[in-house]
Every structure is written in C-alpha cells, then in structure tokens.
C-alpha cells in the first residue's frame, strides 16, 4: 500500500525542476507512505514518477518503487495489493525470470511485459491503482482496479499530464488548477459526495473504475473498461446458480475462505475491524478459521447506546476466540477529528461516518499495519435496510390509484414534532420520536411515479437546482445520471437488483471506499476488504434473489454462512451501522463551529447557495423541529473544504 504520483510533460523540451515538482507531491502523500519514497525521472522523455511506501510484502529495497521490469523496457508506481502474486510468479518463472525479490510490485511488472497489459490485468485479484510508463513507446497508461478500491486522480492541462492517489498531491505540485466544476459540485449536492470520472476541481478527474487510460506522446487519450459491472450483472443471470440452496452457500464460503485467506499473507502484523455485524463477523470467523493463533481483532464503543456496537463485537469476539481490544471514546475523542476531515478529505465528504472509521483506524494502527474489514457485503448480498424501504414504498406508491400527490402534501401538514406527538400515544412500537421525519422523508417520495426515480431521490440530500438557482460562475453542467441507471431501465432490472447495481456502480465507490480508504491510509493503515474480491461480486449476481433477501431480511447467504460460526442470538438483531450522533452534536457540542462555518459569505459568494434554504434548515434542526443533520453535515463539509483547499 502506498501513495503514487508523477507528471509527464510529453511536447515541452524545457520542463524546469521535473523531479522536485514530483518530490512534493510525493511528500504531500506521506501519509499513505512513512517507509520510504523515491521518484524517478527521464528528463529526456520529460516524465516523473514518484512514489511513498507502505511496507506489507517484501519489506527489502528489493521492493521499492519506481520499479523497472527486468528488460528495461517498464517503469511503474503502483498502490494496492494483488493477493495472487505467488500464483502468477510460479506461471512466470517458467520465463526464466531473474527475480530481484519477492514483491507482488515485480510480479505484476513482470507480467506486463511478458503477456501484456490486457492479460495481466484479466489475472490479477486485488486492489490496485498503477502506472506504467512504456519507454519503448513512449505511452503512459492509468488502470484503475475493478470495483474502484484504490483511487487514482489525473489530470491533463496546460501540455501537462499529471496523476496522484490524492488531489493534495496535485496542488502540492501545482499542476492542478482549483476552478471548482459545477457538475461535481450539483453531484456533492445531490449525494454527498464527488463521483467517479469527476473530481471538484474542473481540470481534474478520478479515473473510474475498471477504467485504463492510455496516452501517446501525441497527447492521444484512449479510455477503455477491461471489466464491467453491468456486464457481471448479465452474466449472472444468464448463468444463474444451477443447484440447490446448500450447495451455493457452501461454494460461496469457499470462495469467501479463499477470498479471506488470500488477504491475510503479509510480512508485518494484521489484524481485522470487527462491528459485532454480519459482515464483519463472517470475515473474522473465516479469518479465525485458517488461523493457528487468535486472530487480532479491533472495535471501538460510543457512551451513547443508540451508536455502541462494542458490546456485540465483544460477544462475537470472545465466542470466536479472538485476542480483541476495544476502545471506549468520548464526545471529545470523536469531535476532535472534525477539524481534520477536510484534510483527510480533500474533495468534499459528506459521510459522518468517517469519524468512526477514523478512530478506528487509529486505534488498530497501533498493533497492526494491515487490517481486513468486512465492507461491501451489503451491495452484493442485500443487506441495506433502503432496499426494503425502497420496495415496501413503491408497493405502497402503486395502490395509490390517483391522487398520489395531494397525499404526499397532506402528510407534510403536520411538522415532523407534531407527527411524533402524535405517534407517541400509539402502539406502533419501535422509535416514536423518528417518525416524523420519516413521514417528512417519504411523503414527496409517494408522489413520483417511477421506481428507479424514487430510489436515486430517496437516496438525494439536496436539489441543486432549488438550493443554487443560478449555478456556479453562470456555468450549467450537463444533467448527471448514477451509473447504472440506465442500464437498470433498459435492461428491466427487478428493483432491488437495480438499486444493488446503482450502488455497487457509485454509492460503494465514492462514499464507502472513499471512506475507508482516506480514514486508514490518514492513520498509515492498510485495509483489505475481502468482499469486494470481484470473484465474490461476480458468484454473488448468481446467487437466487432469495438467497439476499427473503421475507424482510438481508444478506441471508451470508447469515447462513456465519450461522455455522457464530450463534444466532449473538448476530440477529436490528441493523444499526457506524455512525455518530451527528443530530445531538450539531444542537450541542458543535453548534458553535457549526455556526461559525455556514456564515462564511464565501460558502454562498462563490458556490450560488441560496443562503436563506439553508438558514431555514439549521433554525429547523436546531430548534428540534426537524432532523437536518445529514444535509447540514454536507453544507458544513463543502465550507471546510473550502476554507481549506480553495
């Protein structure tokens, strides 16, 4: 694990301090990399590369990078892990090849020089952002691992090509100008963060994934997919498993085995998250399982209870006989992080729960320097409580014969408080006091009348067309759809696939791996996410939709897997996921510092906000009458962001 970066200035013969432009941007990435760092330079192909290391496999100068393949003809940076390098090093030794050490680094150079890119990249498993620089050919290609793990940011301006695993790296060598894109700023908007394909800066892009970008000395940009998810979707269901239930679940824990035990080859300590959730669990149960000692597990618990999942993960922990360690922190533990996030984060970031990741990075980082976490279960096996929501709506919206949307404006007659009044003195069991903005939520969902409409709203915290009427610098972006959209529609997806493919396509990306990679790598930490294996994502569109969600519940292979593990009163209970009290926080402990950045005149000056909207949702939020938090939170991480990096 690491962070790269370089720049190529292909049609210049003067290109001034090449190599120091490079060293800053490395140093700007030492986060990602505090065991060392190197850049590379051929001044006479105007090309710098750099990168900072994380060392995890061969630990000896053997595997420092800049690499050079052994025929000369390679240069590559490369971040991530490939978790089949011994496999494919045994294929390659029959080459004869001198090898200088014992780094998945040289397997994977090895391989582009002796099969090519396009049947390497068909081999690898793993996670991974490379360049490679072609000194025969003078190309310089960008590959982007397929399900987006790894990030990777390029931008083209001025004859220059640069590229880094982080934008701070690119204006620490000024070769990225801030103008700040419309469209990616209507998208934070929208979701509360920055798709793949576009960065906030308008110079500037993250390459997608399962992308390749090839460019030629000519400045020729070729953008090309060596893997797509729509076309796992198809497959999975034209091959759709053909046995019966038993034998799915047990080719599906071999395959997670395989996928779990693959990731835990490293020459420095790991360790594993652990929630106490289904995810998690079943990672640490599988890790366990091929483990000869007690695998080292980490979570961290909150005062407040509705947030504390450190009990359970305690009681998973001791079942499965873990060496466990969990850390209780305070308010002041999670509020001093804020003012770090739009560091860590250096396009805006809306998700809270990168508090919580962070903290537990910290505290694994301690003991460990590679940790497997348990993410990404709930794309591919169902397992988001949306979906049901999503579902159970679109019923309910479709016995509404007519009249849908005199409904839905007649359920937002009453303020949210005044429906938790009411509610209070009902039977309806569960969290009275959230009703109301459940109503609030879902009234104007009723009144849309397609499905796949309703689930991309449902998932929308602002309209950017309401909340910056007039655009950015008078500039109207071209309209944005979510990946996966349009293939949902044409290829008349059931809904709960269509909502599956969306969000493996842009929710997992750029809110969860963005998350959890920004959070660890912050703390020096790498994190391997074993469900994220495209083995695992590609067996999954070919499980039976019954196998991830039936009568109401989620991810139901996976429980059948864990089932074997773990007992069922230690895991079957009401999903809570990792987060903080952001709606008690932003009415108390942060309201100050809250304040204080929405009154920035900048904030409405220079994006077109329309102060008056967001006025009106902080007096609602923080008088009670309404739970703004989550489209508060965004507001306040696009001012961060801007006071920080504009």
Known sequence: MCGITGLWIPKQSEHGSLGDTVAAMNTALLHRGPDGGDVWVDDAAAIALGQRRLAIIDLSDAGKQPMHSADGRYVMVYNGEVYNAEDLRAKLTRHNIAWRGHSDSEVILEGFAHWGIAETLKLLIGMFAIVLWDRQNRKLTMIRDRLGIKPLYWTHHDGKFGFASELKALVAGGVCPRDVDSGALDAYLRFGYVPSGQSIYRKTRQLRPGHMIEIDSDGQIRDSVYWSMEDVVLNGRNNRWAGDDDSAIEALEDLLRDAVQRRMVADVPLGAFLSGGIDSSTIVALMQSVSDRPVKTYSIGFEDEAFNEAAFAGAV??????????????????????????????????????????????????EVTVALSGDGGDETF??????????????????????????????????????????????IGGKAGTIGDKIHKVAPLLAIGND????????ELWDPATLRPGGHDGEKPAPFHVPGEKFSRNRNLDY?????????MMYMVDDVLTKVDRASMAASLEVRVPLIDHRVIEFGWRLPAHLKIDDG??????????????????????????????????????????????????????????????????????????NNAHRLWSILMLSAWQQRWQ
């Open 317 to 366: 922990a001791k079942h499965l006989g873990t060496d466990h360690t969990e850390l209780y922190v305070t308010a002041d533990d999670a509020l001093n992080i804020v003012p770090k996030l739009a560091d860590m984060y250096d396009e805006p970031f809306f998700d809270s729960s990168g508090i919580p990741t962070a903290l537990m990075s910290t505290l694994t980082r301690k």
């Open 496 to 504: 709960v696939s269509s909502m599956q493919v969306m969000d493996t």
């Open 452 to 459: 796949i409409d309703r689930y991309v709203a449902l998932l």
């Open 553 to 626: 519940v989620g991810k139901i292979a996976l429980r059948r897997i864990l089932h074997k593990y773990v007992p069922d009163e230690l895991i079957n209970r009401p999903k809570t996921g990792f987060g903080v009290p952001l709606a008690a926080w932003l009415r108390g402990p942060l309201r100050d510092w809250a304040n204080d950045l929405l009154a920035r005149p900048a904030l409405y000056d220079d994006f077109g906000l329309d102060r008056k909207i967001i006025d009106r949702a902080t007096k609602d939020h923080q008088s009670g009458a309404t």
């Open 382 to 427: 169902g397992g988001y409580n949306r979906y049901l929501w999503a579902k159970n709506l679109a019923k309910t919206a479709k016995s509404i014969p007519f009249g849908a949307r005199q409904i839905a404006s007649a359920l937002t007659l009453l303020s949210p408080r005044q429906w938790d009044r009411v509610c209070s003195v009902l039977p």
